[in-house]
């Protein structure tokens, strides 16, 4: 059978299951989301070119408590792990 009768306004209609979700205003994720958008990286560390979305690409992901971004650069073709630290551990070179 065809749905050629039926009722133009109930296909667009919101689902039961979304009617309640907010699309617009504040959300629990906005810090995540935020921090995200600062963080990512906007050069390419080995030639510098700007990243963008259509210039090369950041992937946020997540190991334990670390944020990384892997990232790949149309420019030169460089792929890797951008981590961001708030402290870096090294070792001291000798004189
Ligand atoms: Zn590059």
Redesign the pocket.
């Known amino acids: 059978m065809s749905d050629a009768g039926a009722d133009p306004a109930s296909a667009s209609e919101v689902p039961d299951t979304a009617k309640d979700r907010r699309l617009t205003g504040e959300h629990w994720w906005d810090p995540d989301r935020k921090r995200h958008v600062d963080d990512l990286p906007r050069h390419?560390p080995?030639?510098?070119?700007v990243l963008d979305l259509e210039s090369g690409i950041s992937v946020e992901y997540w190991e334990a408590d670390r944020r990384i971004y892997h990232t790949w650069?149309q420019?030169?073709?460089?792929t890797g792990d951008i981590i961001k630290v708030d402290r870096m551990v090294g070792h001291e070179a000798a004189d």
Do not use: E
Request: charged fraction near 10%; aromatic fraction near 10%.
């Open positions: 390419c080995r030639c510098a070119a650069c420019s030169c073709g460089w």
